[in-house]
Every structure is written in structure tokens, then in C-alpha cells.
């Protein structure tokens, strides 16, 4: 499972890792596993990390979901943690309401400041959910919510695109909380610090994998 969300490999890439250290398994058997105990880890992983900042950067971008265009919604905080992730047709106002609705959902709060680009379902979004909370739109302020989206963009080019939007949106859900629980800003961390900071993250992982 780790494998298969921290790098962009395929299943039968894992399947061959796999192979090397002696465990023979089946790429469709990485398959069943990610599907059935993807979103369980993820949310466990969720449940263990800090409070999100109250900053919230918000984003889209375009992705190929079974060669259709789609739109991956993304929000994060000012320390980089993914809030939340939704794949959608549209861009317009109500696709932007709908997002914003989920995220107030999954964080059971508003923010104290809303960042965004210029787009205008934006605005639409932020004057009818949350008019109160500071909204600011630039085109250079939102370089934080853009970046997340590059690892979303190596796995798309493995993985050779998405199927079908909902397959987009549970592997996108998962992935956007176990591969950064494997990612802790390194460039802020001497190798003392990084080592001893990836073996809690992996302590962590062993518990909320049940094999601590």
C-alpha cells in the first residue's frame, strides 16, 4: 500500500518489488488491497495528524479521466496539509459552492482567510458559504495550492490517466493523505532530523495498518 501511493509505480512494479524481498502476490491482489483498505488507512492517518492551519488555499486543475476532461478541486493549509480533494465536470459557480460545502463539511469549521486565483466561481462560492471569512484573490498568492498539485501529476502520467471519475476521486481521496505522510519537508530538515521524523511516520503507519 505504501509502496503504490508514495511513488509512482504500478501494480505490477509493486508486484515485482514485492517479488524481490521473497513475497509473491499478484498485481490484482495490490489492486483489491488498495481499493479495500485505502480509504480505512487514509482516514486513520486523518484522525492522528494535527489541526489544520486556518488558512485554506484553494485550486483546481484540469485532469484526463478516460480521455474526458475533469477538474480536480483541492484545498490545502498554509503548512501544505491537503484539507481536502473533489473531482468535478465543471469549473462554474455551482461546482465551486459544491467543493467549498465539502470542505466546511470535512473540517467542521470556516477559515480565517480564503486564498484563491481569480476566478470567479470563487467569489460566487465565497460571498453565498462564508461571506464573513477574509477572501483573498491573486494570481501570485495561490502558489501553495498549485504545487500540491504535482505529485497528483506524476501518478496521472504513470497510472497513463484515470478511468472513470469516481475511480479518479477514491484513488486522488487516499492518495492525497498517505503520500504526504510519507513526504515531510525535507528541505526544512537536517538528516538527523528527516530520519527520526519518517520513523514516527512509519510507527504511525504500523498502527493505523494494525501492525504495530
Not at 35 to 61: C, I, M, N, Q, S
Request: aromatic letters at 10%; glycine letters at 4%.
Amino acid at each position: 500500500m505504501w509502496l503504490y501511493h508514495r511513488f509512482p509505480l504500478s501494480f505490477r512494479e509493486v508486484e515485482e518489488m514485492m517479488l524481490a524481498r521473497g513475497v509473491v502476490v499478484s498485481h490484482e491482489t495490490i489492486r483489491q488491497w488498495c481499493d479495500k483498505f485505502g480509504a480505512a488507512y487514509a482516514a486513520g492517518l486523518r484522525r492522528r495528524r494535527a489541526r489544520a492551519g486556518d488558512k485554506w488555499h484553494l485550486d483546481e486543475v484540469f485532469i484526463k479521466v478516460n480521455g474526458v476532461r475533469q477538474y480536480l478541486w483541492r484545498a490545502v493549509d498554509q503548512d501544505d496539509t491537503v484539507l481536502d480533494i473533489l473531482v468535478q465536470s465543471r469549473r462554474n459557480a455551482t461546482a465551486a459552492k459544491r467543493f467549498l460545502a465539502k470542505l466546511m463539511k470535512t473540517q467542521r469549521r470556516v477559515p480565517r482567510v480564503l486564498v484563491t486565483d481569480k476566478l470567479r466561481s470563487y467569489a460566487a462560492a465565497h460571498r453565498d458559504l462564508m461571506s464573513s471569512v477574509e477572501h483573498c484573490q491573486s494570481k501570485y498568492l495561490n502558489n501553495r495550492a498549485e504545487n500540491s498539485h504535482q505529485p497528483t501529476r506524476q501518478r496521472e502520467r504513470a497510472m497513463k490517466g484515470f478511468r472513470s471519475p469516481g475511480r479518479a476521486q477514491r484513488f486522488l481521496a487516499c492518495f492525497s493523505l498517505i503520500s504526504p505522510h510519507f513526504r515531510p519537508r525535507r528541505h526544512l530538515l537536517w538528516a538527523i532530523e528527516y530520519r527520526t521524523e519518517m520513523r514516527h511516520r512509519f510507527r504511525v503507519w504500523n498502527e493505523v495498518t494494525g501492525l504495530a
